[in-house]
Protein backbone atom coordinates (compact mmCIF):
# COMPACT_ATOMS: atom_id res chain seq x y z
CA UNK A 1 0.00 0.00 0.00
CA UNK A 2 1.52 3.18 -0.92
CA UNK A 3 1.60 6.15 1.54
CA UNK A 4 -0.96 9.29 0.86
CA UNK A 5 0.68 12.68 0.30
CA UNK A 6 0.16 16.10 1.68
CA UNK A 7 1.34 19.56 0.60
CA UNK A 8 0.76 22.08 3.40
CA UNK A 9 0.69 25.56 2.98
CA UNK A 10 2.08 27.90 5.52
CA UNK A 11 2.00 31.56 5.74
CA UNK A 12 5.46 32.27 5.87
CA UNK A 13 8.37 32.80 3.77
CA UNK A 14 11.06 35.10 5.14
CA UNK A 15 11.39 33.70 8.91
CA UNK A 16 13.68 31.05 8.68
CA UNK A 17 13.44 29.74 12.27
CA UNK A 18 9.67 28.92 12.38
CA UNK A 19 9.84 27.61 8.73
CA UNK A 20 12.32 25.20 10.37
CA UNK A 21 10.42 25.08 13.42
CA UNK A 22 7.21 23.73 11.20
CA UNK A 23 9.44 21.80 9.32
CA UNK A 24 10.63 20.04 12.27
CA UNK A 25 7.20 19.17 13.77
CA UNK A 26 6.14 17.68 10.13
CA UNK A 27 9.51 15.62 10.04
CA UNK A 28 9.27 13.81 13.64
CA UNK A 29 5.81 11.90 12.35
CA UNK A 30 5.86 11.86 8.51
CA UNK A 31 9.08 12.03 5.98
CA UNK A 32 9.26 15.36 4.62
CA UNK A 33 10.05 15.20 1.52
CA UNK A 34 10.56 18.96 -0.06
CA UNK A 35 10.57 22.35 0.99
CA UNK A 36 9.88 25.45 -0.95
CA UNK A 37 10.01 28.98 0.91
CA UNK A 38 9.24 32.03 -1.24
CA UNK A 39 10.02 35.35 0.18
CA UNK A 40 7.67 37.45 -1.87
CA UNK A 41 4.51 35.25 -1.75
CA UNK A 42 5.80 34.86 2.22
CA UNK A 43 4.73 31.45 1.89
CA UNK A 44 6.38 28.02 2.02
CA UNK A 45 5.55 24.71 0.96
CA UNK A 46 6.12 21.53 2.61
CA UNK A 47 5.66 17.85 1.26
CA UNK A 48 5.44 14.87 3.01
CA UNK A 49 4.09 11.71 3.03
CA UNK A 50 2.85 8.58 5.08
CA UNK A 51 -0.43 6.73 6.34
CA UNK A 52 -3.47 8.17 8.20
CA UNK A 53 -2.19 8.00 11.18
CA UNK A 54 1.17 9.42 10.87
CA UNK A 55 0.09 12.68 8.09
CA UNK A 56 -2.54 13.01 11.29
CA UNK A 57 -0.05 13.48 13.99
CA UNK A 58 2.33 15.77 11.09
CA UNK A 59 -0.15 18.14 10.39
CA UNK A 60 -1.62 18.68 13.63
CA UNK A 61 1.81 19.49 15.02
CA UNK A 62 2.89 21.75 12.34
CA UNK A 63 -0.74 23.37 12.19
CA UNK A 64 0.35 24.16 16.18
CA UNK A 65 4.05 25.57 15.62
CA UNK A 66 2.38 27.61 12.46
CA UNK A 67 -0.58 29.08 15.53
CA UNK A 68 2.07 29.98 17.89
CA UNK A 69 3.95 31.79 15.59
CA UNK A 70 2.43 33.15 13.02
CA UNK A 71 0.02 36.27 12.96
CA UNK A 72 -1.72 37.34 10.47
CA UNK A 73 -2.45 40.59 11.56
CA UNK A 74 1.31 41.48 10.50
CA UNK A 75 1.66 39.39 7.64
CA UNK A 76 2.42 40.63 4.05
CA UNK A 77 3.03 38.62 0.76
CA UNK A 78 1.76 38.47 -2.73
CA UNK A 79 -0.29 35.02 -2.12
CA UNK A 80 -3.66 35.26 -1.05
CA UNK A 81 -4.33 33.60 2.42
CA UNK A 82 -6.87 33.01 4.84
CA UNK A 83 -4.90 31.26 7.86
CA UNK A 84 -1.01 30.36 9.15
CA UNK A 85 -1.80 27.13 8.08
CA UNK A 86 -3.76 28.33 5.01
CA UNK A 87 -4.75 25.24 3.12
CA UNK A 88 -3.37 21.68 3.81
CA UNK A 89 -4.40 18.72 1.09
CA UNK A 90 -4.30 15.38 1.58
CA UNK A 91 -3.87 13.57 -1.59
CA UNK A 92 -4.15 9.82 -3.22
CA UNK A 93 -0.83 9.30 -4.88
CA UNK A 94 -2.80 6.21 -6.62
CA UNK A 95 -6.72 7.20 -7.83
CA UNK A 96 -7.93 4.54 -6.03
CA UNK A 97 -6.79 5.56 -2.91
CA UNK A 98 -9.35 8.70 -3.14
CA UNK A 99 -11.18 7.24 -0.16
CA UNK A 100 -8.53 6.65 1.94
CA UNK A 101 -7.64 10.50 1.26
CA UNK A 102 -10.83 11.48 2.51
CA UNK A 103 -10.88 9.85 5.23
CA UNK A 104 -7.83 11.08 6.47
CA UNK A 105 -8.65 14.72 5.76
CA UNK A 106 -12.06 14.26 8.04
CA UNK A 107 -9.47 12.84 10.98
CA UNK A 108 -7.41 15.81 10.65
CA UNK A 109 -10.03 18.40 9.95
CA UNK A 110 -11.37 17.49 13.37
CA UNK A 111 -8.18 17.03 15.60
CA UNK A 112 -7.64 20.71 14.29
CA UNK A 113 -10.58 21.91 15.72
CA UNK A 114 -10.57 19.75 19.13
CA UNK A 115 -6.67 20.25 19.63
CA UNK A 116 -6.26 23.49 18.63
CA UNK A 117 -9.59 25.32 18.47
CA UNK A 118 -9.15 26.49 15.13
CA UNK A 119 -11.86 26.83 12.64
CA UNK A 120 -11.43 24.12 9.05
CA UNK A 121 -12.71 24.72 6.33
CA UNK A 122 -13.51 21.54 3.21
CA UNK A 123 -13.22 22.76 0.18
CA UNK A 124 -14.34 20.68 -2.90
CA UNK A 125 -12.72 21.76 -5.88
CA UNK A 126 -13.54 23.13 -8.71
CA UNK A 127 -16.39 24.77 -6.93
CA UNK A 128 -15.27 25.37 -3.67
CA UNK A 129 -11.84 25.57 -4.04
CA UNK A 130 -9.34 28.03 -1.78
CA UNK A 131 -10.35 30.53 -3.61
CA UNK A 132 -13.66 30.57 -2.44
CA UNK A 133 -12.56 30.92 0.96
CA UNK A 134 -9.82 33.31 0.28
CA UNK A 135 -12.01 36.03 -1.48
CA UNK A 136 -11.55 39.14 0.28
CA UNK A 137 -9.24 37.82 2.80
CA UNK A 138 -9.80 37.04 6.94
CA UNK A 139 -11.80 39.65 7.25
CA UNK A 140 -14.27 38.85 4.17
CA UNK A 141 -14.54 35.24 5.17
CA UNK A 142 -15.84 36.31 9.06
CA UNK A 143 -18.26 38.57 7.64
CA UNK A 144 -19.29 36.02 5.32
CA UNK A 145 -19.50 33.16 8.72
CA UNK A 146 -21.60 35.51 10.62
CA UNK A 147 -23.77 36.69 7.94
CA UNK A 148 -24.70 32.67 7.69
CA UNK A 149 -22.67 32.64 4.18
CA UNK A 150 -21.16 29.96 5.30
CA UNK A 151 -19.86 27.69 8.15
CA UNK A 152 -16.99 25.97 9.19
CA UNK A 153 -16.82 22.23 8.57
CA UNK A 154 -15.04 21.83 12.15
CA UNK A 155 -14.69 23.82 15.05
CA UNK A 156 -15.84 27.38 16.12
CA UNK A 157 -18.05 29.65 13.78
CA UNK A 158 -15.01 32.44 14.41
CA UNK A 159 -11.35 32.70 12.97
CA UNK A 160 -8.72 32.96 15.25
CA UNK A 161 -7.44 35.86 16.35
CA UNK A 162 -3.54 35.80 14.54
CA UNK A 163 -3.68 32.25 12.93
CA UNK A 164 -7.14 32.82 11.11
CA UNK A 165 -8.72 29.26 9.81
CA UNK A 166 -7.53 25.76 7.91
CA UNK A 167 -8.78 25.25 4.46
CA UNK A 168 -8.35 21.49 4.09
CA UNK A 169 -9.60 18.54 1.56
CA UNK A 170 -8.83 15.53 -0.01
CA UNK A 171 -7.72 16.30 -3.99
CA UNK A 172 -6.26 14.17 -7.01
CA UNK A 173 -2.43 15.38 -7.60
CA UNK A 174 -1.86 18.97 -8.91
CA UNK A 175 1.46 20.92 -9.94
CA UNK A 176 2.03 24.08 -8.82
CA UNK A 177 3.87 26.07 -11.74
CA UNK A 178 5.06 29.87 -11.81
CA UNK A 179 6.40 31.12 -14.79
CA UNK A 180 8.21 34.19 -13.86
CA UNK A 181 8.43 37.51 -16.60
CA UNK A 182 10.49 40.91 -17.17
CA UNK A 183 6.97 43.01 -17.49
CA UNK A 184 4.61 44.81 -15.84
CA UNK A 185 1.78 43.42 -13.31
CA UNK A 186 -1.01 44.37 -15.14
CA UNK A 187 0.49 42.49 -18.69
CA UNK A 188 0.88 39.66 -16.15
CA UNK A 189 -2.44 39.60 -14.95
CA UNK A 190 -3.51 39.47 -18.38
CA UNK A 191 -1.13 36.44 -19.47
CA UNK A 192 -2.52 34.62 -16.21
CA UNK A 193 -6.34 35.17 -17.54
CA UNK A 194 -5.79 34.17 -20.65
CA UNK A 195 -4.07 31.10 -19.61
CA UNK A 196 -6.55 29.98 -16.58
CA UNK A 197 -9.64 27.71 -17.61
CA UNK A 198 -12.42 30.93 -16.28
CA UNK A 199 -10.56 32.97 -18.57
CA UNK A 200 -11.29 29.71 -21.77
CA UNK A 201 -7.73 29.03 -21.62
CA UNK A 202 -6.28 25.19 -20.34
CA UNK A 203 -8.73 22.81 -18.69
CA UNK A 204 -7.96 22.54 -14.73
CA UNK A 205 -5.71 25.86 -14.74
CA UNK A 206 -5.99 28.34 -12.29
CA UNK A 207 -3.68 31.08 -12.30
CA UNK A 208 -3.19 34.79 -11.14
CA UNK A 209 -0.60 37.56 -11.91
CA UNK A 210 1.50 38.24 -8.87
CA UNK A 211 4.32 41.04 -8.75
CA UNK A 212 7.69 39.70 -6.93
CA UNK A 213 9.35 42.54 -5.92
CA UNK A 214 12.04 40.90 -3.73
CA UNK A 215 12.76 38.87 -7.40
CA UNK A 216 12.27 41.74 -9.80
CA UNK A 217 9.85 40.37 -11.86
CA UNK A 218 6.21 39.79 -11.99
CA UNK A 219 5.02 35.89 -11.83
CA UNK A 220 1.93 33.83 -13.56
CA UNK A 221 1.53 32.00 -10.45
CA UNK A 222 -0.57 28.47 -11.71
CA UNK A 223 -2.09 25.13 -10.45
CA UNK A 224 -2.47 22.84 -12.74
CA UNK A 225 -5.19 20.49 -11.24
CA UNK A 226 -5.28 18.68 -14.23
CA UNK A 227 -1.83 18.14 -15.54
CA UNK A 228 -2.54 15.19 -18.51
CA UNK A 229 -5.20 17.81 -20.00
CA UNK A 230 -2.76 20.90 -19.60
CA UNK A 231 0.56 19.79 -20.34
CA UNK A 232 3.31 22.49 -18.88
CA UNK A 233 5.21 22.64 -22.02
CA UNK A 234 1.97 23.97 -23.77
CA UNK A 235 1.33 25.97 -20.68
CA UNK A 236 4.68 27.59 -21.01
CA UNK A 237 4.49 28.15 -24.62
CA UNK A 238 1.47 29.70 -24.51
CA UNK A 239 2.42 32.24 -21.95
CA UNK A 240 5.89 33.10 -23.92
CA UNK A 241 3.89 33.71 -26.73
CA UNK A 242 1.52 35.88 -25.18
CA UNK A 243 4.28 37.77 -23.19
CA UNK A 244 6.10 38.04 -26.35
CA UNK A 245 2.93 39.48 -28.08
CA UNK A 246 3.08 42.25 -25.79
CA UNK A 247 6.34 43.14 -25.41
CA UNK A 248 7.45 41.36 -22.20
CA UNK A 249 10.07 38.28 -21.85
CA UNK A 250 9.77 34.98 -20.07
CA UNK A 251 12.96 35.10 -17.54
CA UNK A 252 12.26 31.33 -16.11
CA UNK A 253 9.85 29.11 -14.69
CA UNK A 254 9.62 27.20 -11.14
CA UNK A 255 7.86 24.04 -9.51
CA UNK A 256 6.18 24.46 -6.16
CA UNK A 257 6.89 21.25 -4.15
CA UNK A 258 6.89 17.86 -6.73
CA UNK A 259 5.31 16.99 -9.66
CA UNK A 260 4.19 13.65 -11.12
CA UNK A 261 6.75 11.77 -13.02
CA UNK A 262 3.89 11.32 -15.83
CA UNK A 263 4.08 15.42 -16.69
CA UNK A 264 7.40 15.33 -16.40
CA UNK A 265 7.90 12.39 -18.67
CA UNK A 266 4.89 13.96 -20.76
CA UNK A 267 7.28 17.34 -20.99
CA UNK A 268 10.24 15.53 -21.86
CA UNK A 269 8.86 13.35 -24.67
CA UNK A 270 7.49 16.73 -26.30
CA UNK A 271 10.84 18.65 -26.10
CA UNK A 272 12.45 15.44 -27.38
CA UNK A 273 9.62 14.99 -29.99
CA UNK A 274 9.63 10.98 -29.18
CA UNK A 275 6.37 10.22 -31.15
CA UNK A 276 3.94 8.17 -28.71
CA UNK A 277 6.35 8.91 -25.74
CA UNK A 278 4.71 8.03 -22.67
CA UNK A 279 5.29 7.23 -18.07
CA UNK A 280 5.11 3.98 -19.49
CA UNK A 281 8.38 4.04 -21.15
CA UNK A 282 10.15 5.49 -17.87
CA UNK A 283 12.28 2.37 -17.01
CA UNK A 284 11.40 3.41 -13.05
CA UNK A 285 7.61 3.88 -13.14
CA UNK A 286 7.68 0.64 -15.02
CA UNK A 287 9.48 -0.83 -12.34
CA UNK A 288 6.95 0.41 -9.86
CA UNK A 289 3.70 -0.55 -12.06
CA UNK A 290 5.24 -4.19 -11.41
Request: with cysteine; charged share 25%; proline share 7%.
Amino acid sequence: MLPLESVPNFSEGRDLATIDAIGNALAEHARLLDVHVDADHNRSVFTLVGDEAELADALVAGVAVACGRIDLRMHDGAHPRIGAADVVPIVPIRPGDAGRARAAAALVGSRIADELALPVFVYSPPERGPAFYRRGGPAELQRRIDAGELAPDYGPPRLHESAGGVILGARRPLIAFNVNLRATLPVAREIAAVVREKGGGFPGVRALGLDLPRAGVVQVSMNVEDWEAAALHEIVARIADEAEARGAVVVGSELVGLMPAGAAAAAAGAVLRIEGFDQSHVLELRLLDG
